[in-house]
């Protein structure tokens, strides 16, 4: 059983050490659902790939989402003007529901089945190969090489996107690296752990550790704390029980998200 479990249970690990660090840019930018959209828009990537491939070849298919999910980070950077009257989330929303829709159009000229289509869309988590995990680690080795490299600049770009001013090329070609970095890994993880995998190990660590500490570096660690607990119940929930797990996890971060809101609330009573 342990031997089963265990690469999915490392997968997650790894998505909450790279996500827990976008969840926090993600907050601090208000942009809360990109993540849903570039995985949207990965998984149109994915479907006009296997359209495009008569073989459904991974890399063809890995091309065209990957180049989806650019043109995607291509619109989010470019879609924050200054005094604009239009929110980004509204921008966010608008490419998701469409890539949604084209999605199911693609799908209706696709031969692809409800079982490849629901693999796609939801993850395998309990088919990870530890072949698949290394190279995922080595993929978010170099995202996080890179925001190191360039922590201050995205830094300041994020804190500066709730009053946003007129921006330099500098800083638009900045933000079009942070979203395509941030595609990347979006992109290399959806079709393993699913979306909503994505998108609870990104918002709810990251939610967590803003509740209780101030400070990138005390919310950082505190979001993989949460991120890993989390991964470790949801995984050995779906085992014990026999649960979907990627379910089991999101499941899970729900709870210690719940937790976190009773544990505030109870402090807050007590002061």
Request: hydrophobic share 60%; with cysteine.
């Amino acid at each position: 059983m342990i031997e089963l479990l265990a690469p999915a249970l490392v997968a997650c690990f790894l998505l909450a050490c790279i996500l827990g660090y976008f969840g926090l840019h993600v907050l601090m930018r208000e942009v809360i659902f990109v993540d849903l959209a570039l995985a949207q828009l990965a998984a149109l990537g994915a479907t006009v790939g296997h359209l495009q491939s008569a073989h459904g070849s991974g890399i063809v298919t890995y091309l065209w989402s990957f180049g989806f999910t650019l043109g995607g980070a291509a619109i989010f950077a470019l879609a924050r003007p200054a005094r604009t009257r239009l929110p980004q989330e509204a921008v966010i929303g608008i490419v998701y529901g469409v890539s949604a829709a084209l999605v199911i159009l693609v799908l209706s000229k696709s031969a692809l089945d409800r079982d490849e289509v629901e693999s796609m869309l939801t993850g395998r988590l309990l088919f990870a190969g530890w072949d698949e995990i290394g190279a995922m680690a080595l993929l978010f080795i170099a995202v996080a090489a890179l925001h190191f490299r360039l922590r201050g600049a995205f830094l300041k770009l994020s804190e500066q996107a709730r009053h946003p001013e007129p921006r330099s090329s500098r800083d638009k070609l900045l933000d079009f690296i942070f979203y395509a970095s941030f595609g990347v890994v979006v992109t290399s993880s959806v079709p393993l752990t699913g979306v909503l995998v994505v998108f609870g190990m990104l918002i709810v660590p990251a939610a967590c550790a803003a509740i209780f500490f101030d400070g990138l570096g005390r919310r950082l660690l505190a979001g993989w704390a949460v991120g890993a607990l989390a991964s470790a119940a949801g995984v050995a929930a779906s085992a014990w029980w026999d649960l979907p797990t990627g379910a089991s996890v999101v499941a899970a971060l729900g709870a210690a998200f719940a937790l976190a809101l009773l544990f505030a609330l109870f402090q807050s009573a007590e002061g």
